[in-house]
């Protein structure tokens, strides 16, 4: 069975390389398209939240605010301090942020990895800046439809861990984090840039591919549909035009759940070696993005008139709704992040200069 498995692969790896030598040129167009993409939105709206979840989710600082979150997630969600602690980070930083953290717990030993395999079914979400500064504020035009739909996600996340009630595996303490430093930043931005790649690697290879789209007969919805399915970020920044509001909304909100084969892509290149199984995950996702749109089919009445009305009339250029889906939070947290790490450099040459003084 594993010889023709590998046979089958085989022939489908040289059917598609004699593909790219006849169709090169156009193919080409679409690895163009990916890169701006990754360049205008893809990069702006997540580069900060990786940086610093990344950082943060290496640390004892992931402990500290699970710890907090777990006084409400424990008797509710059944998670534990660290599953808290990713969870808030996963809603926050959005695709791949769970994926990279628990890939990254299971590495260290502070989890167990069936434990992590069911935690990533409600640990893959769009992020907040996405949903509500790009996708609402910029491209449909409404902050309050952005806040729908990330609403939906929150919906969903809790609902499936309070079905899941994923608990700490194992009897054995795990090995503490350690403290926050200048010194392990920059090791986890190392890290993260390693994670970016990747995730751009694959919107790259999604896009490359668009072109073919082009020889099926598809209308402009159902072209639209299957582009959203395979990756996240066209299905919410490219409008058809011609569609009623209702019918954008609900699908925005499957896309944005649902994650498409990109987003697959990136948590199995970020869980590989890991142990973390993703069945779970496959089996969550059209349940989870059905139910998404769902919520946002009832949310879609409380949008203004006005916001509603022109949902499907017009497209925006993907890099101008990513630029302000670079949250001023983030921006934020950087600027203390700078603070912070110039503070305890000074601390650590007065250290060693007392000490050199002290030898003296």
Request: charged content about 10%; overall charge positive; aromatic content about 10%.
């Amino acid at each position: 069975m594993g010889r023709i498995k590998g046979l089958l692969i085989s022939v489908f790896s040289l059917g598609l390389l004699g593909g790219l030598l006849w169709l090169g040129g156009i193919l080409s167009e679409g690895v163009r398209q990916g890169i701006l993409l990754c360049l205008t939105t893809v990069l702006p709206s997540l580069f900060l939240f990786t940086v610093l979840t990344n950082w943060m989710g290496s640390t004892r600082i992931l402990t500290w605010l699970g710890k907090g979150a777990s006084l409400v997630g424990r008797p509710v969600l059944g998670l534990g301090p660290t599953g808290c602690g990713v969870l808030l980070f996963s809603l926050l930083g959005g695709y791949p942020v769970g994926a990279a953290l628990l890939a990254q717990l299971v590495r260290q030993k502070q989890m167990d990895s069936r434990q992590a395999s069911k935690m990533l079914c409600f640990c893959s979400w769009s992020s907040p800046a996405f949903l509500i500064q790009g996708v609402g504020g910029q491209v449909l035009g409404s902050v309050t439809a952005g806040v729908i739909l990330w609403l939906s996600q929150l919906a969903a996340a809790l609902m499936l861990a309070a079905l899941l009630r994923v608990k700490d595996a194992g009897t054995t303490q795990p090995p503490s984090l350690p403290e926050p430093s200048a010194g392990n930043f920059f090791g986890s931005l190392r890290g993260s840039l390693g994670i970016l790649g990747g995730i751009c690697g694959t919107v790259i290879l999604c896009s490359g591919l668009f072109p073919l789209l082009d020889f099926l007969p598809l209308s402009p919805l159902w072209d639209w549909t299957v582009r959203g399915m395979a990756e996240v970020t066209n299905g919410c920044f490219c409008l058809p035009e011609g569609v009623s509001g209702f019918g954008i909304f609900c699908r925005l909100g499957f896309f944005a759940a649902f994650g498409g084969i990109c987003v697959f892509c990136q948590n199995a290149l970020l869980v590989s070696g890991t142990g973390i199984s993703l069945k779970w995950y496959l089996a969550s996702r059209v349940p989870i993005g059905l139910f998404c749109a769902g919520f946002c089919a009832l949310g879609y009445f409380f949008l203004p008139q006005q916001a509603a009305a022109c949902f499907g009339t017009f497209s925006v250029p993907a890099g101008a709704a990513a630029l302000s889906a670079a949250t001023p939070l983030g921006s934020g947290l950087m600027v203390v992040l700078a603070i912070f790490l110039l503070s305890s450099a000074g601390k650590r040459d007065t250290m060693s200069s007392g000490t050199q003084s002290g030898n003296l």
